[in-house]
């Protein structure tokens, strides 16, 4: 089984300022990762995700986020938010075996200080 | 791009009652995923279809039941609902294809059932 640990539930960052959303996993099998965000009454949308290869990935709205196997942890940054970036970020992980579920993490508010 | 259509996007409905979702997954995807998330809460596995064979099973409760259809769409159908049932249901899916995990999970915009 997977699971995700966000340490932070909720992140005030002034506008135009850099942000970085913890995220770390457990696992004992091999797994990818991913980032959504969830806006204010909406559904999920995928960010980003880790499958293999460059342990850099680049994805929407100017987010990325690196995989770190020795500390398993999957961080999402931006070096310059946004009033739009406010919403709710989930961390997510998949076994990489199988068809497997998502398992998510607890969510981290990101709110956006104009 | 064709997205996961869930309706209805919103239902209320009293104690005891039962109410039925349905999803429909992006073109030529054959798995299906019903997730739970509570009021503040992350999301919760509930029960996942693959070529409409039941795939997995999360924290469904016994009230609840699903199947998916032979068109790939998929219903989640919730009896003697309870308040704590009120949350926002996601549907989602993805194509395996050749057995590939990583690919992608595609959500749809949910379905707000309040119970009231």
């Known amino acids: 089984a997977q699971s995700v640990t966000q340490l932070d539930s909720q992140v005030p960052v002034f506008e135009e300022a850099p942000v970085e959303l913890r995220c770390n996993y457990s696992s004992s099998v091999s797994v990818y990762l991913f980032w959504y965000v969830q806006y204010p009454n909406q559904g999920l949308q995928l960010l980003l995700k880790y499958l293999s290869g460059s342990t850099l990935v680049k994805g929407i709205n100017g987010f990325e986020a690196e995989f770190n196997k020795s500390q398993t942890s999957f961080h999402l940054r931006k070096p310059s938010v946004h009033i739009s970036d406010t919403a709710e970020y989930f961390c997510?992980?998949?076994?990489?075996?199988?068809?497997?579920?998502?398992?998510f993490g607890t969510g981290t508010r990101l709110t956006i200080i104009p | 791009a064709a997205g996961v259509i869930q309706s209805p996007r919103h239902l209320i409905k009293e104690k005891r009652e039962t109410a039925t979702l349905k999803c429909y997954p992006i073109?030529?995807?054959?798995?299906v995923y019903w997730y739970q998330q509570g009021p503040g809460q992350d999301p919760q596995f509930l029960i996942s279809f693959y070529e409409k064979m039941q795939s997995d099973k999360g924290s469904i409760p016994d009230r609840f039941s699903a199947q998916q259809f032979s068109d790939y769409h998929s219903e989640l159908n919730m009896s003697s609902l309870e308040l704590g049932d009120s949350a926002l249901y996601f549907c989602?899916?993805?194509?395996?294809?050749?057995?590939?995990?990583?690919?992608?999970?595609?959500f749809g915009e949910g379905s707000w059932l309040t119970v009231v």
């Open positions: 073109p030529r995807h054959d798995t």
């Open positions: 997510a992980v998949r076994s990489a075996f199988g068809n497997e579920k998502l398992t």
């Open positions: 989602a899916s993805s194509k395996p294809g050749q057995g590939f995990a990583g690919n992608t999970i595609y």
